[in-house]
């Protein structure tokens, strides 16, 4: 049996291009699709707070957020406590164009799922969040 981390890294990698060449119709890279998936459930976060739960770099996040303003996706505002920070929120289109991605990223989802039990899958995920939180320290 392979280790899990090649079996994970592997699974990385095929998720990346999967979700990369899905993505492209809707006008959307992968890090850009994570963004607006971060902002649905945490609006309001700053350029850093963003980059560290899409695990990019802030410059990265700068390029990211500067496609998504251009196509009217997100909009950015000064926070009120502290000028130079940018808060940056989903625009209705953003809402629209996320939730259409969404559908497609669902769709490839099942596919990857679709040789396992609605158990199996479950315990699949509880198994890959647990890796996650022994190794988020």
Do not use: W
């Amino acid at each position: 049996m392979p280790r899990a981390t090649y079996l994970v890294g592997r699974l990385d990698r095929l998720l990346r291009r999967r979700l990369g060449d899905a993505l492209a119709p809707h006008g959307l890279t992968l890090a850009e699709y994570t963004a607006l998936s971060v902002l649905r459930s945490r609006p309001g976060l700053s350029n850093a707070q963003l980059a560290r739960r899409t695990l990019i770099t802030p410059q990265s996040m700068n390029e990211v957020l500067a496609h998504l303003v251009g196509l009217g996706l997100v909009s950015r505002r000064p926070d009120p406590d502290h000028a130079r920070v940018l808060r940056t929120e989903l625009t209705a289109a953003g809402k629209r164009t996320l939730a259409a991605a969404n559908r497609t990223v669902a769709a490839i989802e099942r596919e990857m799922l679709s040789g396992l039990t609605e158990a199996q899958a479950a315990k699949f995920a509880a198994a890959l969040a647990s890796c996650i939180e022994q190794l988020d320290t």
